[in-house]
């Protein structure tokens, strides 16, 4: 399980929604994958209401990545190759 202060979640839900830079928004929709994945159980509640309102978005970007973290599993594998 992936230990992250309830802090460190609110930043990177914010993050998703509001950073102005898209790069940093795909980088933090990324991360609310991992804790829909490997974080607390009240943590992952709070992960996939944000990801379903990320995927409405109207930038084509944004929304996709949005929708493939909802619809994909997130593989031990793939995070290997991101170490």
Do not use: W
Request: glycine share 4%.
């Amino acid at each position: 399980m992936l230990e992250i202060p309830d802090a460190k979640l609110d930043a990177i839900i914010d993050m998703a929604r509001n950073q102005p830079d898209r790069r940093f928004r795909v980088e933090a929709i990324l991360g609310l994958n991992v804790v829909r994945f490997m974080g607390a159980e009240s943590q992952k509640e709070r992960v996939v209401p944000v990801l379903t309102e990320l995927r409405g978005l109207e930038d084509p970007v944004l929304s996709e990545f949005a929708r493939l973290s909802l619809e994909n599993e997130l593989r031990p594998e793939l995070l290997d190759q991101l170490r």
